[in-house]
Structure formats: C-alpha cells, structure tokens
C-alpha cells in the first residue's frame, strides 16, 4: 500500500509541484491550502506523514499551530516543517513544537525525499517494536522504556518527540562514548544538518533542565559530538 503523505501549503504553483514530484516517486499524496481544512479532515485521519508550511493564507504562524494540534493526536507521526523563513528562532520553535524536522524551501527534491524516507522508515521501525517484549535501559536516575518511548527522570515522566528519543536512547546506551552528530541521525533514522542536531539536543537538555536544575548528564565534547555523563549510572 502506498503511503500517505500530506502537504499543507498554500501557495498553489508551490503546492501542485511537491504533489507531482511526491506521486511520481510513489506517494498517495493529499494537499490543503490553509489550516482550517487541513485540521478538519487531519483530526479524524491522520496520515503517515505531515509536510506543512509555517504561514499558512492571513495566518503567519498558522503551521506552528496545526503542528502543536496533530502532535496532541499523536506522539509518533513524523512531521516537516517545509517552509521559506529560515530563522534559527522559527526553526527552534518549530522542533520545541514537536516537529522531527525543520527544512527550507531552497532545499533539493533528492534530499527531501531522503528525509521523507528516513521518518518512514523509522516510524515503520517502531511499529514493528511494539510487538516485541520491552527494552527497557536504566542509568541512575533515567529510566527508558524502548518500547514504550516512555522517559522518566526521578520517577518524573518526561515528554520527548521521537528523533529526541532515539537520540537520547543512542546517548545511554555506551555512557561516557562520544556519539557524533552523524551517529545520533542514523540512531534517530533521520537525516539532518548539524544545526538541527544542536537544536534537538538543546532541546532534550532544557525537558530535563526544568524537572532538575543541576541536570548535566548529556555532555558536549567539542568538535565531536556528545556523550551521557558516565557518572549517571
């Protein structure tokens, strides 16, 4: 069967050509030119994957708001952000959202595509997880249930999209060893620029940050990546 994807954008021309080269690669694709319509149909059905623009018609910020709706519905659908502006704030606040990735429009159709690909795969992956007993990964006060994508801190769940899990989970597992920026996008099945990696990783750091002021355990090692402290076992 194919897989769904849906574009919301509402520039017509701009539209219709993601539409034809997604079909042409094999994609049952659906478009929506604004938020409203799009959430109408999204709330009921949800696709295996969301491409969205942040303006969206008189609503500048309207695919940050649909973004937020579709991640209340689900915790696992991968979701894009495709989109003109790129300003590291609107970038950050999109992931901060839940997005899995953030892009611009100046990006290739080839490398989109792979992104596409890599969510897919991952989110097909997960799927298939959920069938087999629980992996369940302890390290001091973290506790991570694999399976489940359930991250507790101090017994205090903590809400993490997927690429922050996986990210996360590459970290715990070989506390102490340096995971690249390049290792934690082949952990996450996802393919990103190192200012997206940053950003996850910023963003995993402040979730913990606001349960537990002294948090340090997700340490940088400049030039190469990052590790979990060790000492958190």
């Given amino acids: ?17 993601y539409r034809a080269a997604f079909e042409r690669r094999g994609y049952r694709v659906s478009t929506y030119g604004d938020r409203a319509s799009a959430w109408q149909v999204l709330r009921q ?11 969206l018609g008189d609503e500048p910020e309207g695919g940050f708001t649909l973004c937020q709706d579709l991640r209340s519905l689900s915790g696992t659908l991968p979701i894009i952000f495709l989109t003109a502006r790129d300003s590291d704030i609107d970038s950050v606040h999109g ?44 390290r001091g006060r973290l506790n991570l249930n694999v399976d489940r994508m359930n991250v507790v801190w101090d017994q205090t769940a903590i809400d993490l999209t997927v690429t922050e899990f996986w990210m996360l989970h590459a970290l715990v597992q070989h506390p102490g060893h340096v995971r690249s920026r390049e ?12 200012n997206t990696v940053t950003s996850h990783i ?3 750091r402040s979730k913990f940050l606001q349960l537990d002021s002294t948090f340090d355990s997700i340490q940088t090692a400049y030039g190469m990546g990052y590790r979990w402290n060790a000492r958190e076992l």
């Fill in 1 to 17: 069967m194919k897989k769904h994807l849906v574009l919301i954008e509402d520039e017509p021309a701009i539209r219709d050509n």
């Fill in 95 to 138: 992931l901060r959202l839940g997005a899995d990735d953030y892009v611009t429009k100046d990006m290739s159709m080839e490398h989109l595509l792979a992104r596409v690909t890599a969510l897919l795969r991952r989110a097909d992956a997960w799927a298939e997880a959920l069938h087999k007993p629980d992996e369940v990964v302890n």
């Fill in 183 to 194: 290792q934690l996008m082949e952990a996450a099945s996802t393919v990103l620029d190192d």
């Fill in 202 to 204: 910023k963003r995993i």
């Fill in 45 to 55: 059905s949800l696709p295996d994957l969301a491409i969205i623009d942040v303006g």
